[in-house]
């Protein structure tokens, strides 16, 4: 399979629970391709790691000799990948803090977005699945749901890119689960990759490990938590057409509701009105 000849840079911006990982598996499974799974969201909530080509946890040449990783780093980490290969990085905006500096230069970036009240719906089903709900206190909810994260991170992310004069998209996530075909054109044409049907096929990974592409934490600990989150991406050969329900439905978090209304949702609106709209459009 041909890319364009020149080296690809994009950043998808996105939250918890967005399908980005799945998306990301997609974006990978090309060639010359290299993904950086969130080494912001790494880098700050444990100090500093080394990030390293996940094929053999080792250099393979592509970073340097001790390639810890800070707020700092990462931005000359990536643009050096990027030298030689087409490079995807997917991270939280919420990680970010403002830090936009910390931005590679030359980057293209999708804010990708969900409704609100599907993402904790999402949480409930997956990632507190083997608990019961009232296990589970309002608290949990209530920080997932905290001002800086979400959809007004993702709002203000683009709001910062627009201002800087950057290449940036809005897509929602359900694009890619509802209308692949359409949606990964367009990514791959606004990001400057070629698009070939074998981006929505990929292998299952039944071993444990993540994508040989992927450039992840060279931590045993942090990988298996990692393969743990991923499991559903990494065990899947192709998206999922899955519908989201965007009312939140249990009686266990009387305040959540309120929460995803009053803080998220206007947030999430604005994003929508700049996103990009397909034929068989897929934004509920």
């Known amino acids: 399979m041909e890319l364009q000849s020149e080296k690809a840079l994009l950043m998808i911006w996105t939250e ?20 950086f799974f969130e080494p912001h969201f790494y880098t700050s909530v444990s100090g500093n790691i080394a990030y390293r080509n996940h094929s053999a946890y080792i250099d393979q040449g592509i970073l340097e000799e001790d390639p810890s990783l800070t707020f700092e780093s990462i931005k000359s980490h990536i ?61 949990y909810f209530e920080d997932l749901l905290e001002k800086d994260r979400l959809c007004e991170a993702l709002l203000n992310v683009y709001r910062y890119l627009v201002e800087k004069g ?15 075909i359409d949606a990964m054109k367009y990514a791959c044409d606004f990001a400057g990759l070629t698009f070939t049907p074998r981006m929505l096929n990929w292998e299952s990974l039944t071993d444990g490990s993540m994508p040989h592409n992927w450039i992840v934490p060279d931590n045993f600990y942090i990988l298996e938590k990692l393969f743990k989150n991923c499991e559903t991406a990494c065990l899947s050969t192709n998206f999922t057409n899955t519908s989201d329900a965007e009312e939140f439905n249990t009686s266990h978090f009387e305040n959540v509701h309120n929460l995803i209304l009053r803080k998220h949702l206007p947030f999430y609106k604005e994003l929508l009105k700049n996103k990009v709209y397909f034929t068989q459009d897929a934004f509920i």
Do not use: W
């Open 79 to 139: 643009e050096k990948v990027n030298e030689k290969h087409h490079v995807i990085v997917k991270d939280f905006a919420s990680t970010l803090r403002g830090n936009y500096e910390h931005i590679p230069e030359n980057a293209k970036h999708i804010i990708l977005i969900r409704h609100p009240a599907a993402v904790i719906n999402s949480v409930l089903k997956y990632d507190v699945k083997d608990q019961s709900a009232k296990n589970i206190n309002q608290y």
């Open 166 to 180: 950057k290449c940036v998209s809005i897509m929602h996530c359900n694009d890619f689960t509802k209308n692949p």
């Open 16 to 35: 918890a629970r967005h399908k980005s990982t799945v998306t990301l598996r997609c974006f990978s499974n090309s060639e010359n391709v290299k993904a």
